[in-house]
């Protein structure tokens, strides 16, 4: 299978060393990270989920660790809004141009605001999504935060 997406492109032009993890995804599991994260054999702390969320009216990007849920309340303040609200996967689906599983959040259609569980911000390497089910990006913390522009806060 082709290791090439729009994820791993947009990492290679922003310059960032990245490691890529391929594992057999299951479309059954109840939590798509916790699998990705124990086929991988990573720690589900360091290994982020991405979410797509509505805070106010604005669409954004979560990243969260695997075995943490997100804390709507706490997104919406860091967002600036009174309330949030995970999209429907048919929803992020569209808006990503990713399969639900598959999200990264590198290289989606149109570019969101972006908000990072800070407290996996303390690993020298993080792993996410790399654009398709069954493949994770491994990279320095830094990068992630750089490429994505993305605000470290106490979401979860």
Do not use: W
């Not at 990068?143 to 806060?153: E, G």
């Amino acid at each position: 299978m082709a290791k090439s997406t729009p994820a791993t492109l947009a990492l290679q032009k922003a310059k960032v060393a990245f490691d890529l993890h391929e594992y057999d995804y299951d479309p059954n599991a109840e939590r798509i990270g916790m699998q990705a994260a124990e086929a991988l054999g990573i720690e589900p702390a360091r290994l982020l989920k991405t979410l797509m969320a509505k805070a106010g009216d604005e669409i954004v990007c979560v990243l969260a660790p695997s075995d943490r849920e997100v804390n709507l309340k706490k997104l919406a303040a860091v967002a600036g809004a009174k309330h949030a609200a995970m999209l429907a996967a048919a929803d992020a689906e569209r808006i990503t141009g990713y399969y639900v599983g598959g999200i990264s959040p590198f290289g989606q259609k149109k570019r969101v605001r972006a908000f990072v569980e800070q407290t996996a911000l303390a690993f020298p390497k993080v792993v996410c999504n790399g654009g398709r089910r069954g493949l994770q990006v491994e990279l320095a913390p830094a990068d992630l935060v750089r490429v994505l522009d993305a605000k470290a806060a106490e979401i979860c």
